[in-house]
């Protein structure tokens, strides 16, 4: 029997639920076809972004035991999945401090459901996935694991692609699916004149460097302590920036009641924090909601957002919604209508619900900080910043069920689906799509998918040691001295400019994926042969690649691919909010966008053999 040939691009998490889902529809309706899956994945599989070999000092930034890689009752993990925690725990993995090592004993404290746990324990649990994974495939179901890089894809007349490796290999493959991750952009323009800059005048300054990304985070081993390193970026980038130079470098925070202190190794520079807006990341508040908990929405629903869309449509033709007048409001209801039952303690009649001006004033300060604010100094807005921190850690020790604003804040993480029903394939009108992506989203990161309270806890402490400076406001800029060989953080204030300068230059922020910018030599190969298009509402590209609504990757003539999927990040734009792995107990979308496609590919595969479900049974054995 001719074999199926079936190649994954890139084995992180969205390869992994691939290969689960193939599991999962196999043993619920066994296919006699031999099918060959090639991975393509340089780096171990399952762990994509979260290498295993990273340092311990980098965190997740959702509690452990909301982190699963599992559907719910599946056959690869049982009827409630295993967590990383639970993973955590079965690994004998015990606390020691804020440090997690595997033992054979007691010693230390068992993991709770609370506990943020180190990245690198994530790459260990996602690989062990994959072990388990590959271990319940059919038997008529082999692997091949290739350790390289796709460069090129070309599709064939006959049908399928040549898949071309980094190393000159060649193989043919019948279906295709693109799972690769993050990309890295091309350098912008900006980042091309800080590199001139640095090789110019790195005479004058030997400790003069640029970063356009830190990542991975052991390349910044080579800033001198003596530097002052400036850190464009306030989200969680940021946050591993900060370690890698401080707990990295050997410095320890040391608690007492509920304080922080850091003691310094010595071998830290001076670190200089500044972003767009320079507003801090809100912390995680304690959860109290358990495993699945979350919050019921009344007003901000999939069904909402669908009679909009059908009232948008009768008016205009169009289902498209303006963001700011028609989505906006429902989601400052929903915020305080949770506000309002967290603060009164019960949950108040949503058929007569209307907020009030107190609760509407506490949304708005929460989505914008900087309203009518105005700062007659830059001390001024140093002791503002400073003021937000300390009072969002007050309200994240409170948790999301007794702090009006961390009840408030959760509901955006809550209402997820209703937001992708409203803004996935150009749902929204280009216009108020771009203010989305560039204004909401930022927002939305910041203030309810920021880090661990304890990293805010330990930022204070940093600014108490002298180690850390916030050195921008609204409206900073960045330009070069060649005179003193620095960067200079620029801001004015009351008429006034005020300059900081630094060393060295770290961008800390993820590169959002667009075919137009991303630097793999895949990406450009597929677009150079019309194999893949940026997403487009209008004449705005919120990013990612062009997919129709099976996940099927359209070419550049619109013409949608039948063996051809793209999912994850590279599809970030026409779908929203990609990365966040599936939470257990709950069907994520991260496990169903996998369905669909692997679904798609085995319907493909009955129809072109005509064998039924039932003809053949192939023998599943759980390890």
């Known amino acids: 029997m001719e074999t199926t040939r079936v190649t994954i691009i890139g084995m992180g998490p969205r390869g992994l639920s691939i290969l689960e889902r193939l599991v999962e529809l196999l043993h619920a309706n066994p296919l006699s076809a031999n099918i060959k899956i090639d991975i393509v994945e340089p780096a171990e599989c399952g762990q994509g972004a979260h290498p295993s ?18 559907a719910q009752d599946s056959v690869v993990a049982g009827k409630d999945g295993i967590s990383l925690t639970q993973w955590a725990r079965l690994a004998g993995y015990r606390a020691f401090g804020n440090r997690f090592f595997p033992v054979k004993n007691d010693a230390g404290r068992e993991i709770t459901d609370h506990d943020h746990l180190p990245r690198n324990m994530l790459g260990e649990y996602l690989t062990w996935a994959f072990d388990r994974i590959i271990q319940v495939l059919p038997k008529n179901v082999r692997i091949e694991h290739h350790r390289r890089r796709v460069v090129d894809l070309i599709e064939l007349r006959k049908g399928g692609f040549t898949v071309c490796l980094d190393n000159g290999f060649q193989y043919w493959a019948d279906y295709v699916f693109i799972a690769t991750g993050h990309g890295t952009r091309a350098p912008s323009q900006s980042d091309l004149a800080f590199e ?39 989200g969680l980038t940021a946050y591993d920036v900060i370690s890698a130079l ?49 919050h019921q929405a009344r007003f901000f629903t999939v069904n909402a957002v669908k009679a909009l869309q059908e009232h948008a449509a009768s008016r205009t033709g169009k289902r498209q919604l303006d963001f700011i007048e028609a989505v906006l409001p429902l989601i400052e209801k929903e915020m305080a209508y949770a506000y309002r039952a967290t603060q009164t303690g019960r949950d108040p009649d949503a058929a007569s619900f209307q907020p009030t001006a107190e609760e509407q004033q506490a949304i708005s300060q929460l989505l914008n900080p900087l309203k009518d604010k105005t700062f007659l100094s830059f001390e001024c807005f140093k002791k503002f ?7 969002d850690l007050a309200e994240a020790h409170k948790g999301n069920l007794t702090s009006p604003v961390k009840a408030a804040t959760d509901v955006l993480r809550d209402v997820r689906e209703a937001l992708r029903a409203a803004v996935e394939f ?43 400076d916030i050195v921008g406001g609204p409206g900073n800029r960045v330009v070069t001295d060649p005179s003193g ?54 004449d705005f590209h919120p990013g ?29 734009g026409p779908h929203f909010y990609t990365h966040a792995l599936p ?30 479900p039932e003809d053949e049974l192939l023998e599943c054995q759980v390890k």
């Open 53 to 70: 070999h990273q340092p311990d000092h980098l965190l997740t930034n959702t509690v452990a035991s909301q982190v699963s890689i599992f």
């Open 196 to 234: 001139s800059f640095v090789k110019s005048a790195g005479v004058k300054n030997p400790k003069l460097d640029f970063f356009a990304s830190p990542y991975p985070v052991h390349r910044l081993g080579t800033i001198p302590a003596a530097s002052t390193v400036a850190v464009q970026g306030l």
């Open 246 to 294: 401080t707990t990295g470098r050997g410095g320890q925070f040391i608690e007492d009641n509920g304080q922080f202190r850091y003691q310094a190794s010595g071998r830290e520079p001076k670190i200089l924090l500044f972003s767009r807006n320079c507003l801090p990341f809100a912390a995680r508040g304690a959860n109290q909601k358990g495993i699945a908990g979350r």
């Open 385 to 391: 910043f400073r003021a937000l921190v300390e009072a």
């Open 426 to 468: 150009a749902g929204l009108t280009p216009s108020s799509h771009k203010v989305y992506m560039e204004d909401f989203v930022a927002t939305t990161n910041r203030i309810s998918f920021g880090p661990p309270r304890r990293r805010n806890a330990e930022l204070l402490a940093l600014m108490d040691a002298g180690l850390l």
């Open 485 to 538: 060989g620095q960067f200079c953080i620029i801001n004015q204030f009351g008429g006034e400019e005020v300059r900081h300068a630094a060393d060295v230059l770290v961008i800390a922020r993820l590169d959002p994926y667009s075919p137009n910018t991303d630097s793999s030599t895949l990406t450009r190969n597929m677009v150079r042969r019309g194999i893949v298009r940026p997403h487009l509402n209008g």
């Open 544 to 572: 990612g690649l062009d997919i129709n609504q099976d996940m099927q990757v359209i070419s550049a003539v619109g013409k949608p691919y039948a063996n051809l999927w793209a999912i994850g990040f590279p599809v970030e």
């Open 583 to 612: 939470r257990p107990l709950m069907n994520a979308r991260f496990t169903q966008d996998a369905h669909r496609c692997v679904a798609q590919l085995l319907e493909s595969l009955r129809r072109q053999q005509q064998i039924k």
